[in-house]
């Protein structure tokens, strides 16, 4: 089969190196224009950077609807798998692959659809999560599913490490999937719409940690928002990032802070601990503006935080 690749992150290069490594003929890769990056310097994404050292022809438009039609149609791939690829494909490109096209996503859907399920499944407090297969639809991860495979969620994962997970598992993913329609196998299965949920792209203010809302809630936001946008709260003005903490589970810190205030901070010499809604957060790797990230006892060496602030 003639395949035509479209993504850009990370996450897509871990399928387009599967397929590569198991033998399909991946006829061209399609990816987002390059972007300025630091000093205004153009930047290859991921994915370019990949096909290139793989010696593979890359194509990028602002739009693939606009710019990519007659491309396609010259390519004439007999499939086209997506990943991440961050553009909508119009049903005039759908119609020119003779299998059509099929994406790869990081839940289990017809849960997490959108563009940041892997973030949302752990704000969420999700035990699993996994890779869905499916054929590419104009709605946004409606299509009908080929086949999903099921990942367990470890209990202190953070995105960054989960997305790493996921990313192999895709890769794995999509080559089976690829040999089921190479050899006449596939069977699609309608998505069940009313189990249906959805969720938005992350900004930079989803981390923002409110301190009214229960310690599992924060715990697991920290775990979703790590390494961005990062679970954030605010130390004498200045942006104080907490990128690993856990539930307190202390009875005696617990009892200590009994009648602290909302976001009220309790220090000893190696340990900090914050008050919440509902329950205790113990502060283990943090990061105030302008600094390094450090581990507690460090930062409370600095004497920055102590008891009796208020975060947030």
């Not at 009875?251 to 340990?271: C, F, H, L, P, R």
Request: overall charge neutral; glycine content about 10%; proline content about 4%.
């Amino acid at each position: 089969m003639r395949i035509l690749f479209l993504g850009t992150p990370d996450f897509a290069v871990h399928a387009l190196s599967a397929i590569l490594d198991s033998g399909f003929d991946v006829v061209g890769v399609v990816t987002q224009p390059d972007r300025k990056r630091n000093r205004g310097e153009e930047s290859f994404c991921p994915v370019k950077a990949y096909a290139i050292e793989r010696g593979i022809n890359v194509y990028q438009y602002e739009s693939i609807r606009k710019e990519g039609v007659d491309d396609v149609k010259r390519i004439n791939p007999d499939i086209m798998v997506t990943c991440a690829f961050g553009q909508i494909i119009s049903q005039e490109i759908l119609d020119i692959p003779k299998y059509g096209v099929i994406n790869i996503h990081a839940s289990l859907l017809p849960k997490y659809r959108g563009s940041s399920p892997i973030q949302w499944c752990l704000v969420n407090g999700e035990t699993q999560t996994g890779i869905t297969i499916m054929r590419t639809a104009l709605a946004v991860d409606s299509g009908d599913i080929l086949l999903q495979k099921t990942l367990d969620v470890l209990p202190e994962e953070n995105a960054g490490e989960l997305f790493d997970r996921l990313a192999e598992l895709g890769g794995k993913s999509i080559v089976e999937a690829l040999k089921l329609i190479a050899d006449g196998k596939a069977v699609y299965t309608p998505q069940d719409e009313k189990s249906a949920t959805h969720y938005p792209m992350i900004n930079k203010e989803d981390g923002r940690i409110d301190w009214s809302q229960s310690a599992i809630s924060i715990f697991n936001k920290m775990r979703g928002f790590t390494p961005w946008p990062s679970a954030y709260t605010y130390l004498d003005g200045k942006m104080f990032k907490i990128s690993k903490c856990k539930v307190g589970e202390s009875k005696e810190v617990i009892g200590t802070m009994k009648d602290y205030a909302i976001g009220e901070v309790y220090a000893t010499k190696n340990s900090a601990f914050a008050k919440t809604g509902d329950g205790i957060i113990e502060l283990l790797q943090v990061q105030i503006e302008g600094k390094k990230s450090m581990d507690i006892v460090s930062f409370l060496t600095g004497g920055k935080l102590k008891s009796g602030v208020i975060l947030g």
